[in-house]
Structure formats: C-alpha cells, structure tokens
C-alpha cells in the first residue's frame, strides 16, 4: 500500500542538513518516503529559515520535473533508483511582484467597498482599507493582494461585485482574475513565474502577534468578518482547497480558529488533523454555521460573511427596540474599540454572541 511522503521528524542536528538555496547548515527537512522512511532526494524539503530563505520543494514537484516510473515508490528497488537521481534544474525561487503594483492600485473606489459602505461606518471600511491594502481597477473590481508574513507580494485576486447585493459578478473568464496572469500578458513577468499562493491577510500576523487567528474560505468572509469581530486576525484561503499544509507552517505558535463555509466541514475537518499533526499551533474548528443553519441556508452554501450580514440586519432593528448595553461592562470585556462599536451599535454584541 503507497503511503504519502512526509516531513521528517526532529531527533537531533543529524536530522536537519544543508539548504541547497541558501547553504544554511542544520536548517533543512527533508522529505521522506512514506513506505521506505528514506530520504526521496537530497534537494526535496524545506528550509527552517521560511522568511530569510523559502525554500520549499515538495515531492510532487519532484515527481512532475523528473517523472518516471521509479519515482513513484512503488518498491525499495525504485527508491534506490530516485536517491541517486540528479536534479538538472534546480526549482524556481517563490515568484514575488514589486511593491509599487500594490501601491498605485490602493482605492476605495471599487463595487466591494461599495457594498461595504451600506453596512458598515467609515471607520470600519479605512480600518480594512489599510490593513489589507485593498486595490480598485478602472471598472471597479476590487483587488485582493496576497501579501506573506514576509511582506512579499505574491500576487492579486481581481473580483468584480454588486455594489448593492454584494454578490460576485462573472465576465468571459469567469469570476476571478489574477494580477500576475495580466503581467504576463503584458510581458511584465517571466512566463515561468513561480506563483506560490499564501493566506490573503497573512501579511498581519506580524503586526497582531497577540490576537487570535481565525480563517475563512473568501476574501470578501474575512473583510466582512474583520469588521464585525477586530478582536481577531481574519486571514482568507481563498478557496475550499485553499487550505494547505504549506500555507499553514506560518501560524506556529499561534492560537486559531477556522471557519469553513456550510458544505465545507467535513472537508476542512480533515485538513485540521493533518495541520493539528503538521504544524505546532492551538488550533480548532468552528461548528457554527452547522448548528444554527436553516435548510435554506444549507442549499444556497451560506458563508460566515453571509451570516453576518443577515444577523446585522435582523438584530439591528430588535436592538433599536430596547436591547442596551451597559458600557462599564463592555469595557471589561472587550477592547476600547470593539466597546465604543457595541455602544453604537448592540446589534454587534448579540452578533457576537451568537458566534460564540
């Protein structure tokens, strides 16, 4: 039976070896085959020095740069094979865009602020506005930059929006486009850019090093969710299969939470006991939307952003017909700016609440 390679595990300095990118000793994992516990070959792992270095070369980028059949572990014979194999060309450097891409694209002035802007303050939309450096095009479209812990741009998701519904809007293409597939066309970037995604938002967890991390499906989920819940850093994985173990090596020694969209539980569950084996984090799932979904809910595939507005709107006006709030406990509970919010607008504490 093949079983998956995986990380090797620390026992010792004769457990971590040479990175082949930037020669660093004692800083390199490499990945091991899952039937035979042998190194596949000496250039696939990944470097300890995430952010100085970045090293990551998987065992599936391996296989499809040099496939052939003893690469695929089916035998000792064939392992024997792949650990004398010599890599002709060395994987490509994580492709990354100059800063001022994102610099002269920063606008409000696109259909998802738009929308924004019927449910929440000013102060609310500049909050998101600077802290996830929202883009806007000449029709528009919002642009989502993936930023990395780092601080390197990896590339943009451009997304058109009803102002008023706040629902998606699908050209010839699609629904999404993305910043450096425009580059290439205009032959800004190399046709072998080396795109390797990270969490939308994950730029923050450098400057919210204390908060606790919560993860949804989309983009559009964690600006939602940010403004409604700031206690927390939301981080988006920018799809159902967004979420991967690669991605996930940044939030070690974090504390967090995720949030998948309804339809996606039993899916993102699994890859919660992987990261939970994976990746030294406190980390759990979110049954929320699982427990209070109706069966309308439950068809149209409602997402936590979705929820939130829905309850916005409902427990808005029950709050205006007498639901207060005693501002002295707020302030022991909560931070001075999601209490003055609460003040405002109850509705915000009977919302969180309900999310628990």
Not at 106 to 130: A, C, R, Y
Not at 185 to 196: I, T, V
Request: charge should be positive; include cysteine.
């Amino acid at each position: 039976m093949y079983k998956l390679p995986y990380l090797q595990k620390y026992k010792g300095k004769s457990t971590r070896y040479k990175c082949p990118s930037c020669g660093r000793t004692q800083s390199f994992t490499l990945y091991l085959n899952g039937n035979t516990h042998e190194p596949i070959h000496r250039t696939v792992g990944r470097c300890n020095r995430e952010i100085k270095c970045g090293y990551h070369y998987t065992p599936k980028q391996f296989f499809a740069d040099n496939c052939t059949d003893a690469m695929l572990g089916v035998s000792n014979k064939a392992m024997h094979s792949v650990s004398k194999f010599k890599i002709i060309k060395p994987p490509c450097p994580i492709g990354t865009l100059p800063i001022h891409f994102v610099e002269h694209s920063l606008s409000p002035n696109s259909n998802f602020v738009s929308f924004l802007k019927n449910h929440f303050s000013e102060e609310q939309i500049n909050t998101v506005f600077e802290n996830y450096l929202l883009g806007a095009t000449k029709n528009k479209e919002v642009i989502f930059w993936q930023i990395d812990v780092a601080g390197k741009i990896r590339t943009g998701k451009i997304m058109q929006y009803n102002p008023e519904t706040g629902k998606r809007i699908k050209h010839q293409s699609g629904a999404i486009d993305w910043v450096h597939n425009k580059l290439k066309k205009f032959g800004a970037l190399p046709d072998d850019f080396n795109l390797q995604q990270c969490f939308f938002g994950e730029h923050l967890l450098n400057t919210y090093s204390e908060k606790t991390v919560a993860i949804v499906e989309s983009e559009k989920s964690a600006i939602i969710a940010s403004c409604i819940v700031p206690n927390m850093v939301w981080l988006a994985a920018g799809n159902l299969n967004g979420l991967s173990l690669e991605k996930c090596q940044i939030l070690k020694g974090r504390n967090v939470t995720l949030f998948p969209d309804l339809g996606s539980y039993e899916k993102w569950s699994i890859k919660f006991k992987e990261i939970k084996q994976s990746v030294n984090c406190e980390i759990k799932v979110s049954e929320i939307l699982e427990e209070i979904a109706t069966k309308v809910q439950r068809f149209e595939g409602l997402d936590i952003a979705d929820y939130m507005i829905e309850e916005l709107k409902s427990t808005l006006s029950f709050s205006r017909r007498g639901v207060g709030c005693e501002v002295s406990q707020i302030q022991i509970c909560f931070t001075p700016k999601l209490g003055q919010m609460i003040v405002t607008n109850p509705a915000v504490l009977l919302l969180i609440d309900r999310l628990q």
